[in-house]
């Protein structure tokens, strides 16, 4: 089975610089792959790593480690609008198992 | 324009009732996923398909049931086995079947009384 870990909640405040970190145990891997997700909207697409090292998308990055299971997804320059729930996912087998969702408030 | 088009946003029934999610997407997308989500936790698999007139159970199927007969339309039904239905629903789509990159709907949230 999968399981994935990350922190329930995250506070930051606007300007700053969060990270996100997610571990997984997994019986097959493929990727990790996050989403931002506002309160009762959809989820949203932010990156996805299949490789190990930093991926950059703006002012978000994401990392991931196989090695060690572990990857974070990075936020710079933080934004009132960041304020959401973000997911790590594990993708294998054309399928994904996401985590609990960590809770970001940014606050000015 | 292209997306996901989930309805009804809303959606009360009575317990006891089976009831059907809509979801259309005109993305062009091979694979086709339906997720649930209760408050505070992460989303989880109900059922996906990855061809037209195939598709497979994920992690919480019990109580539901789909169908692909399209590529533009998986609907999802819920049905009196499922003995805790009330949740927010979420259907996605992928381009190809490597589901590394899901395009959501707005989602419907059920409530069972």
């Known amino acids: 089975g999968q399981s994935l870990e990350q922190p329930s909640e995250v506070t930051a405040v606007e300007g700053a610089i969060v990270q996100i970190n997610c571990t997984y145990q997994t019986s097959g891997f493929y990727g990790l792959s996050w989403y931002q997700q506002h309160d009762g909207g959809a989820p949203t697409f932010l990156s996805y790593n299949a490789l190990d090292g930093l991926e950059e998308t703006g002012r978000f990055s994401s990392f991931l480690s196989r090695s060690d299971s572990y990857g974070y997804l990075l936020l710079q320059e933080l934004q009132m609008k960041d304020s959401a729930s973000y997911f790590c996912a594990v993708i294998d087998a054309g399928k994904s198992t996401f985590g609990d969702g960590t809770t970001l408030t940014v606050k000015p | 324009d292209g997306g996901i088009t989930q309805s009804p946003k809303y959606l009360f029934r009575k317990e006891g009732q089976n009831v059907t999610l809509s979801c259309e997407q005109n993305l062009n997308h091979d694979a086709m996923y339906w997720y649930r989500q209760d408050p505070g936790q992460g989303l989880r698999l109900i059922y996906y398909s990855q061809i037209v007139n195939d598709f497979q159970k994920g992690d919480i199927a019990e109580g539901y049931s789909v169908s692909r007969e399209k590529k533009e339309s998986f609907p999802l039904t819920v049905t009196s086995a499922q003995k805790n239905p009330t949740a927010f629903y979420l259907c996605?789509?992928?381009?190809?079947?490597?589901?590394?990159?899901?395009?959501f709907g707005q989602g419907t949230r059920l409530t069972v009384v």
């Open positions: 996605a789509s992928g381009e190809g079947t490597a589901n590394t990159e899901a395009f």
